[in-house]
């Protein structure tokens, strides 16, 4: 619920900070994700925790603004760089809620070692890079759909590894998810779709109501707006 929670919030930001059009076609696949994702994660025996759903919403709302705001201003000069300091600082940040929370880290094992090394080689350093760069790339709306993904692909590994039994209802949800990335997805792709210059037709974008990215009128390359 949190994901698709977020990609409401960066359509109704998008529209606000950088002029991407809040059209009935992104309202009606917001409700149908939501709805897909609601029959996929939510199960009879589920129950909301005012904390849980509080923390969730204040987590969708500091992501939606990040990534309409990383959208706004621009490719920085170093984009990797960037994506670690972004990840540096959210680490530090969590670092003393960890240790007062959970206390010191037991002893690692070399498997430990091996998922760590995966999650931050592949999950984070590889996974945010691409992320930040589809960003760039793409209508920041377009970008969010991707997160229905998640508990599709949760689910999908559950039965697959552990044997998890999904009931029709999760079958379904999933279905519906899959039905409105397919159905929302392709125009996002095609507004954001690099041309010529890499960027994407601008006249295109223009004709969509998306703003043309801020450049040289020569290049169209995009100005940094990260301090040196």
């Not at 206390?103 to 350093?125: D, I, K, R, S």
């Not at 779709?193 to 020569?218: D, R, T, V």
Request: glycine share 14%; proline share 7%; with cysteine.
């Amino acid at each position: 619920m949190r994901s698709e929670g977020f990609r409401q919030l960066v359509a109704l930001f998008a529209s606000r900070w950088i002029g991407e059009r809040l059209t009935g076609r992104k309202v009606a696949a917001g409700a149908a994700g939501l709805a897909g994702v609601g029959l996929l994660v939510l199960q009879a025996e589920a129950r909301l925790d005012a904390l849980g759903v509080a923390a969730a919403l204040g987590g969708s709302v500091a992501m939606a603004a990040g990534v309409v705001l990383t959208k706004k201003w621009g490719t920085p000069d170093t984009l990797l760089a960037a994506t670690s300091w972004q990840l540096v600082a959210g680490g530090l940040f969590l670092l003393p809620v960890a240790l007062l929370v959970e206390g010191p880290p037991p002893a690692l094992t070399g498997t430990n070692l091996a998922g760590y090394a995966y999650l931050g080689l592949v999950g984070t350093a590889l996974a945010y890079s691409l992320w930040f760069r589809g960003l760039h790339r793409l209508p920041a709306s377009g970008t969010a759909l991707l997160g229905l993904l998640s508990p599709v692909v949760a689910a999908a590994a559950g039965w697959l590894l552990v044997g998890q039994a999904l009931s029709p209802g999760q079958c379904l949800g999933a279905a519906v998810v899959l039905a409105t990335l397919v159905l929302a997805g392709p125009a996002g792709v095609r507004r954001g779709a690099p041309g010529p210059s890499g960027l994407g037709n601008p006249c295109h974008c223009a004709a969509e109501g998306f703003p043309k990215p801020a450049g040289n009128a020569q290049t169209d390359t995009p100005r940094s707006h990260f301090p040196a």
